[in-house]
Nanobody, 117 residues
Framework: VQLQASGGGLVQAGGSLRLSCVAS????????MGWFRQAPGKGREFVAG???????TFSDSVKGRFTISRDNAKNTVYLQMNSLKPEDTAVYYC????????????WGRGTLVTVSS
């Protein structure tokens, strides 16, 4: 599977953005999908994940502000980001793994999100 993320941009604090990630391939529904981010000078961190079953997980830093969803008919996963904060500024990456695997092993190019104060 190949991944293409989009939707990043510049937004003021308190605003919203929706990221999209389109996957190629015919078995998208059997993949767990995730969003990660990397802020300037920091390591990559997990943001949110959605399993093939639809169950979701979030990092504590975004819980209650971000939601993740998927549309298997469109091979797309979304990250809805609300109440954005300057500390959410980062390059956001979409990732995938087959549901039987433990670690994400397929990555898309990142999309930059900048939140101004």
């Amino acid at each position: 599977v190949q991944l293409q993320a989009s939707g990043g941009g510049l937004v003021q604090a308190g605003g919203s953005l929706r990221l999209s990630c389109v996957a190629s391939g015919r078995t998208f529904s059997m993949y767990d999908m995730g969003w990660f981010r990397q802020a300037p000078g920091k390591g990559r961190e997990f943001v949110a994940g959605i399993r093939w079953s639809g169950s979701t997980t979030f990092s504590d830093s975004v819980k209650g502000r971000f939601t993740i969803s998927r549309d298997n008919a469109k091979n797309t996963v979304y990250l809805q980001m609300n109440s954005l904060k300057p500390e959410d500024t980062a390059v956001y990456y979409c990732a995938a793994k087959e549901f039987r695997r433990n670690n994400y092993d397929t990555w898309g190019r990142g999309t930059l999100v900048t939140v101004s104060s």
